[in-house]
């Protein structure tokens, strides 16, 4: 009978991203965004119960037992690396599987802007990855991590939940510290993180107040401080991170992240216009004295976006722009590119001004 092993085997032959294992139908695997069902038989309750005993160990075990839920990494051998959640649903055990890439490609094998590399070689303050699930933030991180591993000699601290890319010391050394297993969480680990000497720090998820405090404050005192968030653009994460704090502080919030911010990256998934995979739309912010000037003001914040459109000349740009450009050049389709737009209508515009779509 097949096992979870299998699945997993069949997600790299496919070149898939995930697996989604529930009772009552075979498992289905995503493969460029789109899941699809494999034809493996139906699972049971059991079966499925089953497939996640053989992948958890005793303190997994016991940590879905006690919460429900529970995430960790796992390596299947001769296959890679998958980030995994095992879950109840409907009374019954269910998994997801995120498939990990070994590594991460370069910066322009991602077809990430020359700006990221410019912002990786920062010394000190806060770079921000953003985009939601499945948009490419942990590659982007990865190869963030490994252009300053490869270049910088120094000590770079990962907190992460779990460790999905394992990194092997080049220039720098790189310790890997996972949630649950080398310290309790984010906040913990970062305050702890003064005393272990980093020079980059980077912080997988950033979930709540404490947290953010901690990372700005790790940034304002000399480090580097990479981390990642669920939001869709680069307006957003501006207010997301404000918004994580109440009125009464948010103000000194604004000057410390106006202080220390240095870009946003923003990630949206595209289907590529000949069907071999995704390519990233992304849309970037670079601090400048424009956009300090507008993070400390509340009533100018919403303009975020207006300067990232007319700030080319710093590498900023909108995620429309991106997306242009990806048409422009024959990567994307204009169907994919109109659903990816933040807006639609303001896109077509665009493109009847450019020359590259007729008037209807």
């Known amino acids: ?127 921000l990855v953003t985009g939601p699930t499945s948009s490419g933030k942990t590659t982007t991180t990865a190869a963030i991590i490994n252009h300053i591993n490869a270049t910088r000699a120094c000590h770079v601290l990962t907190i992460e939940d779990p460790i999905e890319i394992l990194h092997s010391d080049q220039m720098a050394i790189v310790s890997q510290r996972e ?16 005393r272990q000497d980093p020079d980059v720090i980077f912080v997988g998820e950033i979930r709540d107040s404490e947290t953010v405090k901690a990372a700005l404050q790790a940034a304002e005192t000399g480090h580097l401080v990479i981390s990642t968030l669920h939001t869709t653009d680069v307006s957003e994460t501006v207010n997301r991170i404000i918004d994580f704090f109440p009125p009464y502080q948010q103000k000194q919030v604004r000057v410390a992240l106006g202080g220390s911010l240095k870009g946003v990256v923003s990630q949206r998934l595209v289907p590529r216009a000949d069907g071999e995979g995704l390519v990233a739309a992304v849309e970037i912010l670079v601090m400048n004295g424009r956009v300090r000037d507008l993070i400390l003001n509340p009533e100018h914040t919403h303009l975020i976006h207006d300067i990232v459109a007319e700030s080319g000349f710093y590498g900023m740009q909108t995620f429309d722009q991106a997306l242009m450009e990806l048409f422009r050049s024959g990567l994307v389709t204009l169907e994919h590119a109109m659903v990816a737009a933040t807006s639609p209508h303001d896109f077509k515009v665009a493109l009847r001004q450019e020359g590259l779509q007729p008037v209807s």
């Open 1 to 127: 009978m097949a096992s979870i092993h299998d699945f997993m085997r069949l997600v790299a032959e496919r070149k898939g991203s995930d697996l989604h294992i529930k009772p009552g139908g075979p498992p289905y695997i995503r493969v460029n965004g789109r899941l699809h069902k494999t034809d493996f038989p139906p699972l049971s309750a059991g079966d499925c119960a089953s497939a996640a005993s053989e992948i958890m160990d005793e303190n997994q075990a016991s940590m879905f037992k006690s919460h429900g839920e529970v995430d960790f990494a796992h390596s299947e051998p001769g296959v890679g690396r998958f980030r995994v959640n095992v879950f109840h649903q409907r009374g019954s055990v269910a998994i997801a599987c995120r498939r990990v890439l070994p590594g991460s490609p370069p910066f322009d094998q991602l077809g990430m802007p020359p700006v990221v590399r410019t912002l990786a070689d920062e010394q000190r303050g806060m770079i």
């Open 179 to 194: 949630i649950g297993q080398d310290t309790e969480d984010f906040a913990t680990a970062l305050r702890a993180a003064m």
